[in-house]
């Protein structure tokens, strides 16, 4: 049982590593960004939709107005998405050759292809550049009832170059979507097994809901959490992609439990490390089993 929960005020968190004269890019920051236009950071925003649209997607959130431009819209891959804004729509201010930063929120969990978002931010990013990264941890929130995601699912997207949300993907996200029985979303305060609303995992989906949105999945972008991680299975997996050479240049500097989430900071290395031996595989996946089953079982996190 998890006798305490840390938490890191991770606004502060984040600033720490960054100066507002750094050229950044955000993964969809929505109405909440961590380096704010309006606040002079010199980061640009990259999303799926533009502003007009995200703003009427969320016209009923009392933060709707805090939406700001987006820069770059997604397409294909962010380093694609970089590159042509770069060639056809970037200020001659505002393009670097590489960034400092990339930063992201609770946004990595939705990624089709996670493997190819860490490669293309790699190369995005100038030598010490820095990936920063919120993620939730998948037994404090809706994702509670759901396994962790493993290695070989992430190679699994890679290889099939996943550009959205596959048709699985959106189902589980849909079907296994769960609440306390009070109605209220489960937390890394509130949530107890025994109190876990079942019924609610089916909300909104019915047969024709489902069969509506198989039509729709081939030429839509439905979002969806794609991948569940703890802090222990995010850097097994990330030490998985690094030994079998499937990430290259970044390692972890930095990753720790925060709440409901866990903060990651990935820098970029030529000094980065790829041994990860079999004892130490080990004691990390046993880590993390031993870490979901605690937070599975246990009866007040509190």
């Known amino acids: 049982m998890t006798s305490e929960i840390k938490r890191t005020d991770r606004r502060i ?23 704010p236009k309006r606040d002079g950071f010199k980061c640009l925003s990259i999303d799926v939709f533009d502003q007009a649209t995200l703003r009427k997607n969320y016209k009923n959130n009392p933060l709707v107005d805090q939406i700001e431009s987006v820069d770059i819209l997604f397409s294909h891959s962010l380093l694609e998405s970089w590159r042509h804004f770069v060639t056809y729509f970037a200020a ?11 930063a992201s929120s609770h946004n990595f969990e939705h990624q089709p292809n996670p493997i190819r978002f860490l490669c293309d931010a790699a190369e995005m990013l100038a030598d010490d550049g820095q990936i920063l990264m919120a993620i939730p941890i998948s037994t404090r929130c809706f994702d509670c009832t759901m396994p962790l995601s493993t290695t070989g699912q992430l190679i699994d997207a890679m290889l099939r170059r996943d550009v959205k949300p596959s048709a699985g993907s959106v189902f589980d996200a849909r079907a296994n979507f769960a609440l306390m029985d009070d109605g209220s ?14 019924e609610s995992f089916h909300r909104g989906i019915s047969h024709l809901t489902f069969t509506d949105m198989m ?12 991948w569940r991680f703890s802090h222990y299975s995010f850097e097994l997996i990330f030490r998985d992609l690094v030994a079998y050479g499937l990430l ?9 439990e925060n709440g409901a989430e866990f903060l990651v900071r990935i820098i970029k290395s030529q000094d980065y490390y790829s041994d990860f031996s079999p004892s130490e595989r080990s004691e990390l996946a046993a880590k993390s089993l031993l870490f979901y089953c605690n937070e599975i079982l246990s009866a007040d996190r509190a």
């Not at 001659?92 to 990339?102: F, Q, T």
């Not at 979303?185 to 079942?198: E, F, G, Q």
């Open 215 to 226: 039509r729709k999945i081939n030429t839509n972008y439905i979002d969806a959490h794609c």
């Open 13 to 35: 968190w984040f600033h720490s590593f960054v100066s507002p004269q750094c050229y950044g890019l955000e993964i969809g920051p929505l109405h909440s960004p961590i380096f």
């Open 185 to 198: 979303n489960v937390s890394d305060i509130n949530y107890r097994l025994d109190r876990v609303n079942l």
């Open 92 to 102: 001659e201010d505002l393009k670097p050759d590489k960034l400092s930063y990339i």
């Open 248 to 256: 290259k240049g970044i390692v972890i500097d930095e990753i720790q």
